[in-house]
Nanobody, 115 residues
Framework: QVQLVEFGGGLVQAGGSLRLCCAATGNIFSINDMGWYRQGPGKQRVLVATITSGGSPDYADSVKGRFTISRDNGKNTVYLQMNSLKPEDTDVYYC?????????WGQGTLITVSS
């Protein structure tokens, strides 16, 4: 079993920055890709950014140039640095990890960007 715990959500003004952290605990072996997704009320969960175990990132077009995903395999932690935030970035953000082919999710953290 792997558990993901997220930190760093909150309220920020447009143009500001936030940093999300997600720590994996438990059976951390066989964790492959990790990533961040977002979901709004009544909407599907969509990709924000992912990163392979080797550190190769991929981003949704809407966040390219503004968000940076990184990971520390020694700490079993993935980060999302969010800069130049916009009101449309407001959503619940979820951490995800591929654990031996099984997708594991964090509890979600709310990001609210005020205009």
């Amino acid at each position: 079993q792997v558990q993901l715990v997220e930190f760093g959500g909150g309220l920020v003004q447009a143009g500001g920055s936030l940093r999300l952290c997600c720590a994996a605990t438990g059976n951390i072996f066989s964790i492959n890709d990790m990533g961040w997704y977002r979901q709004g009320p009544g909407k599907q969960r969509v990709l924000v950014a992912t990163i392979t175990s080797g550190g190769s990132p991929d981003y949704a077009d809407s966040v390219k140039g503004r968000f940076t995903i990184s990971r520390d395999n020694g700490k079993n932690t993935v980060y999302l640095q969010m800069n130049s935030l916009k009101p449309e970035d407001t959503d619940v953000y979820y951490c995800a990890a591929d654990h031996g082919g099984v997708e594991v999710w964090g509890q979600g953290t709310l990001i609210t960007v005020s205009s």
